[in-house]
């Protein structure tokens, strides 16, 4: 079907209706997220959609700016953006509005968020999110429970198999940093190792591309590929990077044996403002990341450098994508003059409700238009399939 340009149905690209029964499953998906981090001590926090420009965009939002749309507020005549991250806004409450609460500070949100790119998902720019943020601790207990919390969340969903993707995206820069790479051989660098292009990182910085390749090549199963690192000759910023990161590994091994946890010393991409050790979330059968996180700075009043933060975000559309179908409830069709005290026991029994708004003289007719499985005739449900 061709639609004009005016056509009621007709969306921008990369935004799309979330319809019945698939918002339905979503919701629900993200309320058993929630359900996990709010019982491990995180508190619900709920932002708005739209922020002044300058405070979205500072500290982590400034990896978010060409993300962002932004419009001009008609009252207060300042630019605004339009959350394309939930991060941020949880940065920006606990340095303001939660400044003097208890660190460590625990926070939690689900929401939507939008974006101004869009890739081969109608859905693209227009995701929901459900995640979790600790501010205030360097412990890397800190984020062995962060990257624990995001396992609990899917498991809750239903998600099985489940692996984590560690790594640590400022390692390549600790590699070239003395290298006096210009910024656009620096982004090119950091394409290439994305890439795993050992031929462009030679090309690139033929000074530190054995390490560079040696961490690439080396990259698989945590215990591994952290035995393997210990032959690579780094210097010293980087090699308490990866000292950090087998403590890390150490604890989130010590809670989750079974864990499927790997490592990819020099994965960068989708970690712009992390600043420690990063991870990516997949799930067996399923090729779209989950959800991703990990270790930043966080603004703050009173500090220069920030805040220590780390957390992570959850992609509800592919978490949902890859949860397990959700058995659909049965619909009853209710006739008019049905008792309140009748429709509560149907209800009771799990049963979704579908009143009558009028006289009806075929009531398995209308259940079946309507999608109901049954109806209610006399005392009883009785069963399309039955009739």
């Not at 359900?35 to 978010?64: K, W």
């Not at 605004?80 to 460590?104: F, G, K």
């Not at 490592?263 to 989708?270: A, L, P, T, Y």
């Not at 992570?312 to 994508?321: G, I, P, T, Y």
């Amino acid at each position: 079907m061709t639609y004009s340009n005016s056509h009621p149905a007709l969306l921008p690209t990369g935004l799309a209706d979330v319809l019945p029964p698939a918002a339905a499953a979503q919701a629900a998906a993200s309320a058993r997220a929630m359900a996990v981090f709010q019982r491990e001590g995180y508190e619900h926090a709920e932002p708005p959609m739209l922020e002044f420009e300058d405070s979205f965009l500072a500290g982590a939002g400034d990896a978010l700016t060409r993300e962002t749309f932004r419009m001009m507020d008609p009252q207060s005549q300042r630019m605004l953006a339009l959350r394309s991250d939930m991060t941020p806004q949880m940065a920006r409450l606990a340095s303001t509005r939660l400044a003097t609460a208890p660190r460590p500070l625990r926070l939690c949100y689900a929401g939507s968020v939008l974006r101004v790119s869009g890739g081969s998902s109608a859905r693209d720019r227009q995701l929901r999110q459900a995640g979790a943020e600790l501010f205030g601790s360097r412990a890397a207990e800190a984020d062995s429970e962060i990257v624990l919390l995001a396992v609990a969340a899917l498991d809750a969903i239903g998600i099985n198999s489940i692996s984590v993707d560690l790594n640590v995206p400022r390692m390549a820069g600790d590699l070239t940093a003395d290298l006096g790479l210009s910024p656009a051989s620096k982004a090119a660098l950091m394409t290439a190792l994305d890439r795993k292009d050992t031929a462009e990182m030679r090309r690139l910085a033929p000074a530190a591309a054995d390490m560079l390749i040696a961490l690439t090549n080396i990259g698989g199963p945590a215990e591994d590929a952290l035995k393997a690192a210990e032959a690579v000759a780094l210097p010293d910023a980087a090699a308490e990077r990866l000292t950090r990161l087998a403590e890390i590994t150490a604890l989130i091994r010590a809670e989750a044996p079974n864990l499927d946890l790997t490592i990819d010393f020099v994965e960068h991409r989708g970690f712009d403002y992390h600043t420690g050790v990063a991870f990516s979330l997949f799930a067996a059968g399923h090729d779209r990341e989950l959800g991703h996180g990990g270790r930043y700075r966080a603004p703050a009043l009173d500090r220069d450098n920030g805040e220590p933060a780390v957390g992570f975000s959850l992609f509800m559309d592919a978490v949902e994508a890859a949860a397990p179908k959700p058995e659909l409830s049965v619909r009853v069709y209710t006739p008019i003059g049905m008792s309140a005290e009748d429709r509560q026991k149907v209800q009771a029994l799990g049963y979704v409700t579908v009143r009558a708004l009028g006289p009806d003289a075929d009531p398995a007719a209308t259940a079946a238009a309507l999608n109901c499985a049954a109806y209610w005739r006399g005392d009883d449900v009785i069963f399309l399939k039955d009739e």
